[in-house]
């Protein structure tokens, strides 16, 4: 039952993946596709530790740029292949995040938003400041990841777009099947259960901080390798990944989708990914567009758009 | 000796707009348990429609009267529009609906204002007063007046006004305070209008030191917000402290250690007292009833 | 050496001694409940009992060991297991994760396993639900298992604190008012599930309101009265103790009183 809604669920999402670009009037749509699906990566991570464990972070896009920077100063300084850097950027987000989660996440509400913020802050800061490391606010290149060129060399010519939309589909659908396989399974639930009663979860045996925790070390790892896959697909990073603002968006994309399901947040990063590239018209009145749709879908779908969707479908249907 | 005294005035002066900012976090959160995430901008407000209003040929006091009154209509707007509708929601939705309407203000005022840095004359001149070998802006001594008078104002208003003790009345219990025939609808408009007037009126006081522009908000919101939670939300007092203590640490910083690092070394702070004491300095202690 | 020992137990809150000196022991399958007018501190002993409250003073010894103040989760995998009176349920997941929730440290294992639903965990995972259907039967909701669990009715939410509880196979059983909100059909029912139990072994440690309830089925009787113990004791001395006549008199008269006014 449980194991066929899961089924359901990604096949859905690998259709829409395989179907869309039959639809795009233009190479460049591979690149917004691309975007999307690193959005909704990271945005999947917050689904785990906002939607299952009922936990907020408003800094998880430091973890983000932890990822992208490790993309972009692995190569160059310790010599790794990107792919590896990819990797070595997840475990020091995975490790940062053991070790300032217990402290923060004893914190709760406003407070928890607060401890989270900062860190974010201090680590946008940091990739800011350090110049002579990371290039400072203008940024940094990230040298290519080098798989396209070995496709090239067994014969398939593709172009940068379609490689990164095919490698971003990938990942979100493999960051999808994770975080579905955790949703129904015994770790999933205990997390599931801090949402509805702490007290509770606890005196069923259920190790309250430690479920925390590990809801905060698996998302920031999300956070991390949708952060350095944006790095190898642009080619060039800086540190507005992981300023405040991108930590809203993320939890802005994961809130307006539908924060408890994983196609609803997938939603929420193609709306609010979307959104810029439709108004590019009308550049100007982007911030105020993006402010009206977050108060007002806050409002009428405090849910977010799928469930609040799925339940009015579901209650003309009855 | 000289440079600590000069740190100190500028850590004071930027203390008391950071205290000003979280004493309308503070009145916000007492009625309704929402953190408004909009506050900076009530602050950029306050200072921009001051700047408008004085080029358009209003006289300054007259200009700065205007942007505090616009300013406190629009926080009355904030929560009649956006916060009340979502009454109940879980603190996610709350902390989005904030910063939605913090990027929605923003929005508006570069569309109807534009995206150049502004000031106004100071009031009382830009000669520097000299006090004990460091110097200090007149201006400066207008900020802190004004942080003072806020807070004691506010201090009056919440012990000697029946309408002040029916707002902290609800801030303590909701449902009681509407049984004993509070309208707590009404404490509510109040305090968004008050805090937003709060802010405009920092807005107003700063302009001169710092210039203002349409994306100033967002600093001074999360910097007031961790003076506010260094002090322990929802405190009167600890604002004050919370934004004081804030101001001095970072003209520390600065001063003595990197000025590119002075906001980093305020957050910092602000973790290692949220780690030790999670519920800030003057916070109260709660059980969790089950 | 008895499996429950609370000794001298208080704790006090903004200056009212909310429980005070409370002392009694629960032995294998013996059924204890405590009993007392409104705000004598019954649920707050069970808080203390079951670490959600660090006790003020006094000691909580089970199995003869010392676990004063321990965590909760820590107590549940000594076999402590417990109710509440306001319902904890996890509102938004269904009546069966609820039930596998409290299966909980049978079924949890290497999150990595988790993640990638290898095989351990499903096997892991079939075995809790197939144990978990069993208590919704024996509760009478196994139609109900796919429901979310807000939807339920209180009397049903209340049947399903106590499978969730039952799940974790505790030695020791606390039940914060498991009748209240039920009707006379449904408190039958749970009587006998009681009783039940407390034959199979469990130790059970009850809260009730419902007098005939205690007085039916309870072994031993401890009666609280602003935050004191007034009197313990089998059913039938409790019953005849003056103190515990004129607590409950007082109690009553005091109510009477309100509804006059």
Not at chain 1, 46 to 60: D, E, N, P, T
Not at chain 3, 19 to 42: H, L, M, R, T, Y
Not at chain 3, 83 to 107: C, D, P, R, S, W
Not at chain 3, 113 to 125: F, H, T
Request: glycine share 12%; net charge neutral; hydrophobic share 55%.
């Amino acid at each position: 039952m449980e194991a066929r809604r899961k089924w359901i669920q990604l096949a859905v999402l690998a259709a829409l993946i395989a179907v869309l670009p039959f639809f795009f009037p233009s190479g460049y749509y591979y690149r917004v596709g691309a975007l999307i699906f690193v959005n909704g990566l990271s945005v999947i991570g917050l689904v785990i530790l906002i939607g299952y464990a009922g936990q907020i972070s408003l800094g998880h896009a430091g973890f983000a740029g932890i990822g992208a920077y490790a993309c972009a100063l692995g190569p160059q300084h310790l010599g790794l292949h990107p792919g590896l850097a990819l990797i070595l950027g997840a475990v020091i987000s995975g490790l940062l995040a053991l070790l300032i989660g217990r402290p923060i996440l004893r914190l709760k509400g406003y407070y928890l938003a607060v401890a989270t913020l900062g860190f974010g802050i201090l680590v946008s800061m940091l990739l800011t400041n350090e110049r002579a490391l990371t290039g400072g606010p203008d940024g940094i290149s990230v040298e290519d990841l080098g798989l396209r060129a070995l496709l090239r060399d067994l014969g398939w010519r593709i172009s940068g777009g379609e490689f990164w939309y095919g490698a971003s589909g990938i990942a979100l659908l493999v960051g999808a099947w994770l975080a579905l396989n955790l949703f129904d399974s015994p770790t999933g639930r205990a997390m599931r259960s801090l949402h509805g009663s702490e007290v509770a979860a606890s005196t069923v045996g259920i190790d309250v901080a430690r479920q925390k925790l590990r809801a905060f070390v698996i998302s920031a790892v999300y956070a991390s390798v949708a952060g350095s896959l944006l790095a190898l697909q642009n080619g060039f990073i800086t540190p507005d990944v992981a300023g405040f603002m991108h930590s809203i968006e993320m939890v802005t994309m994961a809130v307006l989708g539908g924060v408890g399901s994983v196609l609803g947040a997938t939603l929420g990063a193609a709306i609010l990914t979307l959104l810029p590239q439709v108004l590019t018209v009308f550049a100007e009145y982007e911030q105020l567009v993006l402010g009206a749709v977050m108060i007002l879908v806050m409002i009428f779908l405090p849910q977010g758009l799928l469930p609040s969707i799925a339940r009015r479908l579901r209650g003309r249907g009855e | 000796m000289d440079a600590l005294l000069q740190f100190i005035f500028s850590g004071v002066t930027v203390g008391a707009v950071y205290a000003l900012v979280a004493l309308g976090f503070t009145i916000i959160y007492n009625a309704s348990d929402v953190v408004n995430f909009a506050q900076g901008e009530f602050v950029m407000l306050g200072g921009m429609i001051t700047v408008f209003a004085h080029q358009a040929g209003l006289p300054l006091p007259l200009a700065a009267l205007l942007a505090i009154l616009a300013t406190a209509a629009i926080g009355v707007a904030l929560n009649k529009l956006a916060i009340e509708p979502a009454r109940g929601a879980p603190v996610v939705s709350l902390i989005i609906i904030t910063i939605g309407a913090s990027i929605l203000i923003r929005g508006a005022a570069q569309l109807i204002f534009d995206k150049q840095l502004h000031r106004f004359p100071a009031f009382s001149g830009d000669d520097p007063i000299r006090v004990m070998g460091a110097t200090i802006l007149p201006q400066s001594l207008w900020v802190i007046g004004g942080a003072l008078v806020v807070f004691f104002g506010l201090w009056l208003f919440f012990t000697r006004t029946l309408t002040g003790k029916a707002v902290l009345a609800t801030a303590n219990n909701r449902v009681a305070a509407q049984l004993v025939g509070i309208n707590t609808s009404w404490v509510m408009t109040l305090s968004f209008g008050l805090s937003a007037a709060i802010g405009a009126l920092a807005g107003v006081l700063v302009t001169p030191i710092t210039l203002v522009a349409y994306d100033v908000g967002v600093g001074l919101a999360l910097k007031g917000f961790a003076a506010a939670m260094l002090g322990g939300m929802g405190n009167p007092k600890g604002a004050l402290v919370g934004g004081l203590a804030l101001g001095l640490l970072e003209a520390m910083t600065a001063g003595y250690l990197s000025s590119q690092y002075k906001d980093a070394v305020a957050f910092i702070v602000i973790l290692a007292v949220l780690f030790v004491m999670p519920q800030g300095i003057f916070g109260k202690k709660s059980t969790e009833r089950v | 050496m008895s499996l429950l020992d609370v000794n001298g137990l208080g704790i006090t809150f903004g200056g009212l001694k909310a429980v005070n000196d409370v002392s009694f022991s629960v032995q294998p399958g013996e059924i204890v409940s405590v009993i007392g007018p409104n705000g004598a501190g019954k649920t707050t002993l069970f808080n203390m009992i079951s670490g959600v409250y660090q006790p003020g003073r006094g000691t909580v010894a089970l199995d003869g060991r010392d676990v004063t103040g321990i965590a909760p989760n820590r107590l549940a995998e000594m076999g402590l297991s417990r109710t509440f009176q306001n319902l904890q349920v996890f509102q938004e997941m269904t009546v069966l994760e609820n039930v596998l929730a409290g299966y909980h440290l049978q079924e949890r294992g290497p999150v990595l396993a988790d993640l990638l639903s290898l095989p351990s965990m499903r096997r892991r995972a079939a075995r809790a639900r197939e144990g978990a259907r069993g208590l919704l039967a024996r509760v009478r909701l196994d139609k109900a298992e796919g429901q979310e669990a807000g939807s339920l009715s209180y009397g049903a939410l209340k049947r399903l604190e106590i499978a969730r509880a039952l799940a974790l196979r505790p030695k020791i059983l606390l039940l914060d008012e498991p009748a209240a909100g039920c009707n006379a059909v449904e408190t039958e029912e749970i009587d006998a599930l009681i009783a039940e139990l407390a034959a199979a072994g469990i130790a059970i440690l009850l809260v009730e309101h419902d007098m005939k309830m205690v007085m039916r089925i309870s072994n031993h009787i401890v009666v609280l009265d602003h935050g004191e113990k007034i009197a313990e004791g089998d059913p039938a001395t409790v019953s005849r103790d003056p103190g515990v006549i004129a607590a409950y008199l007082g109690a009553e008269e005091t109510e009477a009183a309100d509804a006059d006014g």
